[in-house]
T-cell receptor, first 115, second 112 residues
Framework: KAGVTQTPRYLIKTRGQQVTLSCSPI?????VSWYQQTPGQGLQFLFE???????NKGNFPGRFSGRQFSNSRSEMNVSTLELGDSALYLC??????????????FGSGTRLTVV | DQQVKQNSPSLSVQEGRISILNCDYT??????FLWYKKYPAEGPTFLIS?????DKNEDGRFTVFLNKSAKHLSLHIVPSQPGDSAVYFC???????????FGAGTILRVKS
């Protein structure tokens, strides 16, 4: 079956612009989480959506937002981009609020570069 | 405040020998721990996990050990293979929570 699909794979934006990233979960998965990966920082949790509702949010400024659609696809938006937003953005899907976290499957990510 | 720490940025091991990757955590609420493996240009893939009610879990060449009193876990890979060369992330969560807290990762290089 198809895995988690993230588009685009690579993106270059200018400071001050906004960007929208997309994540299509595995078919049947209803929970989508977003993580930011930067060198030396590991993966930082951004937010998690289930049934179109944000269930949890990490410690990121309000410039970072997301949403989930009725087909479980999710988007995240970053407004007023800063150089420090350059990172790999990863999406993970799971069947439901997972019985165990082993159920998370990650996409290959979107590499965002802010210049 | 890093709640999950992987203090070794990199590790180099000879093929066939044991690789030991370490992870420390500070949050006593964590009760479920996972290891992920990540190749460049790919997302992390789940390797193995352990619940806080256990102190060891094995899956083939991979074994995770948990020392709750020391708030420490380790991943043992025996024998190490060149294909194991990747970045390994330790992660922690509350079992019925909905977010993973990751360490910064350890780069493992297995030399043939």
């Amino acid at each position: 079956k198809a895995g988690v699909t993230q588009t685009p794979r690579y993106l270059i934006k200018t400071r001050g612009q906004q960007v929208t990233l997309s994540c299509s979960p595995i078919s049947g998965h209803r929970s989508v989480s977003w993580y930011q990966q930067t060198p030396g920082q590991g993966l930082q949790f951004l937010f998690e959506y289930f049934s179109e509702t944000q269930r949890n949010k990490g410690n990121f400024p309000g410039r970072f937002s997301g949403r989930q659609f009725s087909n479980s696809r999710s988007e995240m938006n970053v407004s007023t981009l800063e150089l420090g937003d350059s990172a790999l953005y990863l999406c993970a899907s799971s069947p439901a609020p997972p019985e165990t976290p082993d159920g998370y499957t990650f996409g290959s990510g979107t590499r965002l570069t802010v210049v | 405040d890093q709640q999950v720490k992987q203090n070794s940025p990199s590790l180099s091991v000879q093929e066939g020998r044991i690789s030991i990757l370490n992870c420390d955590y500070t949050n006593s609420m964590f009760d479920y721990f996972l290891w992920y493996k990540k190749y460049p240009a790919e997302g992390p893939t789940f390797l193995i996990s352990i619940s806080s009610i256990k102190d060891k879990n094995e899956d083939g060449r991979f074994t995770v050990f948990l020392n709750k009193s020391a708030k420490h876990l380790s991943l043992h890979i025996v024998p190490s293979q060149p294909g194991d060369s990747a970045v390994y992330f330790c992660a922690a969560t509350a079992l019925y929570g909905n977010k993973l807290v990751f360490g910064a990762g350890t780069i493992l290089r297995v030399k043939s």
